[in-house]
């Protein structure tokens, strides 16, 4: 006789406490801190930054921490407490051309106002494991009295545009508040403004994938990187009751302006065209991946060929988002038995009518419903 | 005799039900214009929620906007309260509400459910709400969000009914046995979410109001009382549900949606409600020699 | 907000409060509502307590504290008066447009003249919801002429004998009923009572 399982509460309290012991790992190791997470693990945090839409190095770095090193679980639990969040308003757009530049570099030019300065990066590392990080080393300390890197370095876009050689980034008519996809659900034609908020918070390796896309001949938009720049900047709230704006912190972000020949039309002559990336943190990845997707989302509108996966601005932008797709892949796990039920009863009827009409013993048949 | 859930301890750092006034108040307008438009989708500006995306979030934004102190609410999943997320959902509600849970039908003022409705007939007064996955009814034949929201508009729902018939055409059978699509209100196609097409009458004509939300695809939709539900079907094959000649192994019940057990390697099987509460119900009203139990006969 | 408050009290107009209890009120005012617009022509009374402006009816003043805010544009005739107007401002913080074409929400209070329905945004073909949701102060509730409804959230037939409607409203709720599913959604309220009358309801008589 067939007795009933119950206990379903008690097993996952039970999953909770090896959960904790799994991340916890071997007692006998110390435990991470969160400043270590914060300090020497930058590039996970600002990726949990820019995912999670919320600007907060120790809280990325305990996410990072209660999800046992699982970024995109670490963006769910970031996202998850911007909800318990109380929203006072809109900052001002930050200005990244007063950025206090840590890295900036453009290919379009050999040299540029103010020059290429490489900054911390990996991009000339040769990428042998260094067997020195096994025991603990001090990072040389950086020589003192560098000058500080001017901030008032003009961007290379702007250059362009001294020209009239790249389109134009015109302010909608009225100037109106951008869209806002943390409270309102994207509809279709989605604004340049939704599709880039939507963007900057996409997984960086899907949108990795379809940028990568585009340069190998699905979508054909030959990019060139403008200029990329990484520092930081202080964001500024307009307040009411005060009548200006003031200082409410200061964050780092990646820029990537990545220009593409655009032909022209009948109204315009040939110019470049933009795509935009921007991310929280050091995310230069993401903000070029981000540049190239932006870019290739335009092509409808500048009249090109718009029929590769990247250009499809539905299928991007509903499936950029890795808590959204992440949800939906795991929720698979929950039980289905129902509906596997229903299906498992129609394919054995379907094959008994098939083949053994007379053989299969079937549990299941169809009762007309009365009208 | 159904069991009360002892609440969970409520944990006052969060807004009752845990959602900010200004996200319960855009929940709640979408909701009314949801009863308003029967079976159409309102799109919502979903919140992520502490469950992931696919976990029910649409559901739990839903409870969240229409809950009060006075509720008693009702969580299953596959039919049974005792499954690992319908005791996660209900946690998180002692947890943010302190509402009183309850396992009993009846005494349910919201009952929250994922791929079934309970067999017990729901009453004029209660609330369903209905976890979503995927909202549109026309998402398998048509991909593009903007592409159905014309279809709807202009009630162009000629392709699912072709797709139904090439699957008589091909199989015999209408292949689709769950989430089965219905015309609500003699206008809007509608998904009813993943319940077995077993389910489906009971949407037709219910006392109860019926929520649905969809949180990761955005949508919430409502059927009122007392309001038509057609599940699709052609003049010469009419929707039909499925039976059983087996009888649940607990209780004998012959009316209600059965579960299949695999007990062994060999493949034995056994039958069992899929509804534990209607089947505990009847088990005790058995021993207590109300009903006579059919499986032991 | 305090230069709302410091302007209110420098014309001499005392601000009257929001919800007694903002958390609880604002969900038992929205099952009121709720109820109203699942069982068309039921009436439902409000329950919450809140200030109520001069011009408003306590049910009015409640639907408006749950439901509108700085997302939602309203509009209500010139004659609502100033209270009014200044209470909704500062608790709702909603923008108030001219034209109910434009409006989310339009609140008719008593003795106001009703905008005709066909000139509330009647919602988009895609998306119907986005119509307005017009809100009514009517004489009665019960002892006017008898309207009998059907359709859904009405098991069969459903009687509302509303006195006080604007002129010519149940010819006009005829033909908002053929837009469906564009259309209005009314809300009737009277003192502490609501019933509601979501576009789908049929008037039979």
Redesign the interface.
């Given at each position: 006789m067939y007795v009933a399982v119950k206990g379903g509460e008690r097993a996952i309290l039970n999953s909770y406490r090896m959960l904790d012991d799994y991340r916890r790992g071997d007692r006998g190791v110390p435990e991470l801190g969160l400043d270590q997470i914060r300090e020497q693990m930058p590039l996970a945090v600002s990726r949990v930054m820019a995912e999670g839409s919320l600007y907060d190095p120790q809280l990325a770095a305990l996410a990072l921490k209660q999800a046992a090193g699982d970024v995109i679980e670490a963006v769910f639990l970031l996202r998850a407490y911007r909800t318990t969040l109380s929203r006072y308003g809109y900052t001002q757009p930050i200005d990244t051309g007063r950025m206090r530049l840590q890295r900036r570099i453009s290919s379009t030019f050999k040299d540029i106002p103010g020059g290429q300065i490489l900054g911390p990066t990996y991009d000339y590392t040769q990428r042998l494991l260094d067997f020195s990080l096994l025991a603990q080393r001090e990072a040389d300390a950086l020589p003192a009295g560098e000058e500080a890197l001017d901030s008032a370095m003009s961007r290379v876009t702007d250059l362009l545009a001294q020209d009239d050689l790249i389109d134009a980034e015109p302010v909608p008519e009225g100037d109106p508040e951008p869209f806002d996809l943390t409270r309102q659900p994207l509809d279709f034609p989605a604004s340049r403004a939704a599709r880039l908020q939507n963007l900057a918070r996409a997984d960086e390796g899907f949108l990795l994938s379809m940028g990568y896309s585009t340069q190998r001949g699905y979508g054909n938009t030959h990019p060139f990187a403008a200029e990329i720049r990484y520092g930081a900047l202080e964001v500024e709230m307009h307040i009411e009751e005060l009548g200006f704006a003031v200082t409410v912190g200061e964050i780092e972000v990646t820029e990537c302006q990545m220009v593409s020949q655009f032909a022209g039309s009948a109204e315009e002559g040939p110019k470049f065209t933009r795509g935009y990336g921007l991310t929280f943190g050091y995310g230069e990845r993401k903000s070029m991946s981000m540049a190239l997707v932006d870019r290739a989302l335009k092509a409808g509108d500048l009249g090109e060929r718009a029929d590769s996966p990247a250009n499809d601005h539905e299928f991007v932008l509903y499936h950029s988002d890795n808590v959204e797709a992440s949800g939906f892949v795991q929720h698979l796990k929950l039980p289905h038995y129902v509906d596997f039920q229903a299906n498992l009863e129609l394919l054995r009827r379907m094959r008994a009518e098939r083949g053994e009409p007379e053989a299969a013993q079937n549990e299941l048949m169809d009762e007309a419903v009365s009208p | 005799m159904t069991t009360q859930h002892a609440t969970v301890e409520r944990d006052d750092h969060y807004n009752f039900a845990y959602l900010d006034e200004s996200t319960k108040r855009m929940l709640r307008r979408a909701l009314l214009k949801a009863v308003a438009i029967p079976g159409y989708q309102v799109p919502f500006g979903s919140r992520e929620m502490p469950l992931p995306y696919g976990w029910g979030t649409g559901g739990i934004q839903v409870t969240a906007s229409i809950i009060g102190r006075g509720d008693v609410l009702k969580v299953i999943d596959q039919g049974s309260d005792d499954t690992t997320n319908a005791i996660n959902i209900r946690r998180f509600f002692g947890r943010v509400t302190g509402v009183a849970t309850t396992e009993s039908t009846p005494a349910a003022t919201i009952v929250q459910t994922r791929h079934r409705i309970p067999e017990t007939p729901l009453a004029a007064g209660q609330i369903m709400v209905f976890q979503v996955p995927i909202p549109e009814p026309l998402r398998w034949l048509e991909p593009s969000e903007t592409e159905t929201r014309t279809m709807h508009a202009l009630a162009e729902y000629g392709g699912m009914h072709v797709k139904l018939y090439e699957d008589i055409a091909q199989h015999g059978h209408i292949a689709t046995t769950y989430d089965y699509p219905v015309i609500v209100n003699d206008r809007y196609m509608m998904r009813p979410s993943p319940i077995p097409k077993f389910d489906n009458p009971k949407l037709d004509g219910s006392p109860a109001l019926m929520l649905f939300g969809a949180g990761r695809e955005k949508r919430v939709y409502a059927v009122p009382p007392y309001t038509r539900v057609k599940s699709l079907d052609f003049e010469d094959h009419p929707f039909r549900v499925e039976t059983w000649t087996e009888c649940c192994d607990l209780c004998g019940s012959r009316e209600s949606y059965l579960d299949e057990i695999i007990l062994d390697d060999a493949g034995t099987r056994r039958y069992v409600c899929s509804d534990t509460e209607y089947c505990n119900d009847r088990q005790a009203q058995q021993r207590a020699g109300g009903i006579p139990d059919e499986a032991a006969a | 907000m305090?230069?709302q408050i410091l302007a209110a009290a420098a014309s001499g107009r005392t601000l009257l409060p929001g919800f007694a209890d903002?958390?609880?009120d604002?969900?038992?005012t929205?099952?009121a509502?709720?109820d109203a617009?699942?069982?068309p022509g039921r009436v439902y009374e409000i329950l919450a307590g809140s200030g109520v402006p001069a011009g408003l009816s306590p049910a009015m003043t409640a639907l408006l504290l749950?439901?509108v805010?700085v997302?939602?544009p309203l509009w209500l005739p010139e004659s609502a008066g100033a209270d009014a107007l200044a209470f909704l401002r500062f608790h709702c913080g909603c923008p108030i447009v001219p034209s109910p074409s434009l409006a989310?929400f339009a609140a008719v209070p008593a003795g106001c003249a009703a905008p005709a329905l066909s000139s509330c945004h009647q919602g988009d073909?895609?998306?119907?919801?986005q119509?307005t949701?017009l809100l009514i102060e009517v004489e009665s509730l019960d002892a006017g002429p008898q309207a009998v409804l059907s359709?859904?959230?009405?098991?069969a037939r459903q009687t509302l004998a509303a006195a006080g409607l604007p002129d010519g409203f149940w010819r006009e709720w005829r033909i908002n009923h053929q837009r469906?599913?564009l259309g209005v959604?009314v809300f009737l309220t009277q003192d502490r009572r609501i019933c509601g009358l979501?576009?789908?309801t049929r008037l039979e008589n």
């Open positions: - | - | 305090e230069q903002p958390v609880d604002a969900q038992s929205f099952r509502a709720l617009l699942a069982h749950t439901l805010d997302d939602t989310r073909p895609a998306y119907p919801d119509s949701t359709g859904p959230g009405i098991q469906f599913p959604d979501p576009r789908s």
